[in-house]
């Protein structure tokens, strides 16, 4: 299975194989602005000049050629529309040039099952945090069930907007260590910024505005770092760990860009271990967007027969996780 990503910022394009040593391949590129936010159309030019050579690469890297390959996932939604526009062009392209199904794969799905598949844990309540979702999911009757969602940023989008804004980019995780929680080192707890979980909903605008109006009235930035990140954090795994509670899982999964983040890590660490689940880090390479979670997923779901035709396969902006059947779940990994 050729697998393609293209959601967000990274062009990503995998081979795996239903045997080991499964991931053949795992080709990326990396669009990094030298300043501000990402602006979707820069984004998807850049992928639109690199899409051949990552094709070619995976391909190459795997050690097989396209004809090999049974077939083609691509990540179909949730995501921004001129990057997914690129990927699914791509995907179509490939599919029907060389006569190859196509498999629509949704990228928050595939981020669930890029960490089931890398753990072994089979029937997790899963964090799911990146720069563009944040949310609490687990399984049950046939799809992901959203336990608890952001009602307005993603976490990720909160650091990183937060780290652009106070110039302490580039906002991303390096070395196990958001620029948010570097700054935090050292700095202390503070009062005045809004902790906020609405039922199991999490909140972040309120906390940026507040963060930000602080910084900007000479209040010490690695002070309201360490507040906003340990406030930012422990909403989210309180959530997680309601979930954990209530659905009476024994496993704990974290996926998402910011499943990278080791001060994450190590705080669901020790609320599982509280509880007496199981809790497995994924590596930080596949916790960011990678073309490898869309190949694994797209190859489940080729085998239980979803395919799509190159005519239909429309990109899905808003294509949330609850709306995808997930039949293979106890099948996988
Ligand atoms: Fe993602």
Do not use: K, N
């Given at each position: 299975m050729l697998g393609v990503e293209s959601t967000a910022h990274s062009f990503g394009v995998s081979v795996v194989s239903?045997?080991?040593?499964?991931?053949?391949s795992d080709s990326r590129r990396v669009y990094t602005p030298r300043e501000g936010g990402i602006l979707p159309r820069e984004v998807a030019a850049f992928f639109s000049r690199v899409a051949g050579e990552v094709v070619r690469e995976a391909l190459e890297s795997a050690g097989v050629r396209i004809g090999d390959v049974d077939a083609i996932a691509v990540a179909l939604g949730p995501g921004m529309g001129p990057q997914l526009r690129v990927g699914a062009t791509v995907a179509r392209a490939l599919a029907s040039y060389y006569s190859k199904p196509l498999v629509p794969v949704n990228h928050a799905v595939a981020h669930v099952e890029i960490a089931r598949f890398l753990?072994?844990?089979?029937?997790p309540i899963v964090l799911y945090v990146a720069g563009g979702n944040t949310a609490v999911v687990s399984y049950s009757e046939g799809r992901y069930r959203v336990f608890g969602e952001t009602l307005d940023m993603p976490l990720g989008n909160l650091l990183d907007t937060f780290a652009r804004e106070v110039g302490i980019a580039p906002p991303y995780v390096v070395g196990g260590m958001h620029a948010v929680d570097r700054c935090a080192e050292g700095g202390d707890f503070i009062e005045g910024l809004p902790y906020i979980v609405k039922g199991q909903d999490s909140s972040f605008s309120g906390l940026l505005t507040a963060a930000l109006r602080m910084v900007r009235s000479g209040v010490r930035l690695a002070d309201v770092c360490y507040t906003l990140r340990e406030i930012a954090y422990s909403s989210v795994v309180e959530v997680l760990e309601r979930g954990l509670a209530h659905t009476g899982r024994r496993e704990v999964l974290l996926t998402g860009?910011?499943?990278?983040?080791k001060i994450l890590n190590d705080k669901i660490e020790a609320m599982a271990r509280l509880h007496g689940a199981v809790y497995k880090p994924i590596p930080a390479r596949y916790a960011g967007d990678n073309g490898v979670m869309i190949a694994v997923t797209g190859m489940a779901a080729y085998k239980w027969g979803y395919t799509i035709e190159v005519s239909r396969a429309f990109i899905r902006q808003?294509?949330?996780?609850?709306?995808?059947?997930?039949?293979w779940y106890y099948e996988f990994p």
């Open positions: 239903d045997s080991p040593p499964y991931i053949l753990t072994g844990l089979r029937d860009g910011v499943a990278a983040s808003r294509w949330r996780i609850d709306q995808v059947d997930v039949p």
